[in-house]
């Protein structure tokens, strides 16, 4: 009897195949995310050198089944590591990402909006008095001349970069 209950408390300490292939594939996704890093990104990481090699590998893999293998192996090296760092600083990355597209989409839809109409620039200049009024003016003048004139879009690219810098500096 006594052989029944240690049985049950070493199966209770285990985790169940089910939550050990989760925790594999969770792994592995991981691994994936880290296989799309550039070398500057994962040398912050402060990964094993058997995980550098696995991972650098794998980029010249393009055959699916033998890349599949690569990156269960990738998944299994990770096992052996404390994966919560690399977590946290991917999370980072993901948010920083998250961040960047956001202010990009806010810039153009300003600038959309001061070359439709010149009311909307007095509304950016309320929310964002840092900005360099009479530069701005003039990329608007510039940029509505090019449009007009089937001329390269120099101001309008340079407007976005202006309006994009004044947000910034109202952000930080």
Same mark, same amino acid.
């Given at each position: ?36 890093l550039n070398d500057k990104q994962l040398n912050e990481l402060?990964?094993?050198?058997? @995980?550098?090699?696995? $991972? ?6 393009? +055959?699916?089944? !033998?890349? %599949?293998? #690569? ?5 299994? @090296?990770?096992?052996? $590591? ?6 946290? +600083?991917?999370? !980072?990355? %993901?948010? #920083? ?5 956001a202010l990009v989409h806010l810039t153009e839809r300003w ?6 109409? !010149? ?54």
């Amino acid at each position: 009897m006594q052989n029944t209950s240690d049985k049950t408390d070493n199966s209770e300490k285990k985790l169940s195949k089910t939550q050990r292939k989760q925790t594999m594939l969770a792994l592995q996704k991981i691994g994936e995310q880290l296989t799309t890093l550039n070398d500057k990104q994962l040398n912050e990481l402060n990964l094993p050198d058997n @995980l550098l090699e696995a $991972i650098y590998h794998v980029r010249q893999i393009n +055959k699916f089944g !033998a890349r %599949q293998r #690569q990156m269960q192996y990738i998944g299994k @090296l990770m096992r052996q $590591i404390d994966i919560h760092p690399i977590q946290d +600083k991917l999370n !980072a990355w %993901q948010q #920083q990402s998250l961040h960047q597209t956001a202010l990009v989409h806010l810039t153009e839809r300003w600038r959309e909006r001061v070359l439709s109409d !010149a009311s909307h620039l007095t509304a950016f200049v309320k929310q964002y008095p840092t900005a360099e009024i009479p530069k701005i003016r003039l990329l608007i003048r510039k940029t509505i001349k090019e449009k007009n004139s089937d001329k390269s879009s120099t101001s309008y690219r340079l407007l976005f970069r202006a309006l994009q810098a004044a947000i910034r500096n109202e952000q930080n």
